[in-house]
């Protein structure tokens, strides 16, 4: 999981969202074979009684892909994200079935780093003043997780920066502070880190002035897993 997503030449990395349409080369993705949607009579997905759902694929749709990885999932509202299906893979049918009592949105897809992922201030200092005050903040996420449950792989890299407010709610981000842990792909617009053998990224910034939050713009290179976050820092006494 070492290159980088981009939109277009020289472009900042950009993140891949669960229901996105178009595939990257190399990248895990879902929507193999299509995104299908199984409505039951009436306003309601349950079936009256369990049937047999099928999904399909060709070998081409795979990119290289390893076979053997696909997985069926389903979409959850209440998650905004793929939930895993467990179903009969079967390699010379190229086909995934499930016996199942809810219909809705499947797709087939791989396995990769998806969810939410948090964050916790672990440390703040401030120095200088007036003009030159500046904030040194450092923040650890929440361990972040694979769409089969797992801790992802160390060595993961994850794309997080600081960024003003406003960013939160904008496609480009404007970016607030420097990063000042290693960045770990220097020639990769944007801060890159990797995820520490637990599972967890740690980075830390400094900011000028001092500010009372942190905003974060983060997400894995590979997969849908995602970071953003509004962080409240600690009042220095």
């Not at 999981?1 to 190399?26: F, H, K, Q, V």
């Not at 895990?28 to 999904?55: C, K, M, Q, S």
């Not at 500046?134 to 060595?155: D, M």
């Not at 637990?198 to 983060?218: I, M, N, Q």
């Amino acid at each position: 999981m070492a290159s980088s997503r981009r939109t277009a030449s020289n472009a900042a990395p950009a993140a891949y969202r669960p229901l996105d349409p178009e595939a990257i080369a190399g990248k895990p993705r879902y929507g193999i074979g299509g995104f299908h949607l199984f409505n039951a009579p009436g306003e309601t997905l349950d079936l009256a009684e369990p049937a047999t759902l099928v999904l399909s694929y060709e070998d081409e749709a795979l990119g290289g892909w390893p076979e053997s990885d696909l997985a069926m999932f389903r979409w959850s509202e209440n998650a905004g994200d793929w939930e895993r299906v467990v179903a009969d893979h079967d390699l010379d049918a190229n086909t995934l079935s499930v016996s199942t009592e809810r219909l809705g949105l499947y797709t087939i897809g791989t396995t990769m780093p998806a969810g939410f992922f948090q964050w916790t201030v672990t440390g703040i200092t401030r120095t200088g003043s007036g003009d030159n005050l500046r904030t040194e903040v450092s923040v650890e996420s929440t361990p972040i997780r694979l769409n089969n449950g797992a801790i992802v792989p160390p060595g993961t890299v994850v794309h997080v920066q600081s960024i003003d407010e406003l960013s939160l709610s904008r496609f480009a981000a404007t970016p607030l502070g420097d990063l000042t842990s290693p960045d770990v792909q220097p020639d990769v617009p944007g801060p890159q880190r990797i995820v520490d053998a637990d599972g967890r990224v740690r980075v830390s910034f400094s900011l000028p002035g001092a500010p009372v939050k942190l905003y974060l713009r983060a997400f894995t290179d590979a997969g849908t897993a995602d970071g953003t976050a509004s962080l409240t820092l600690p009042v220095q006494p």
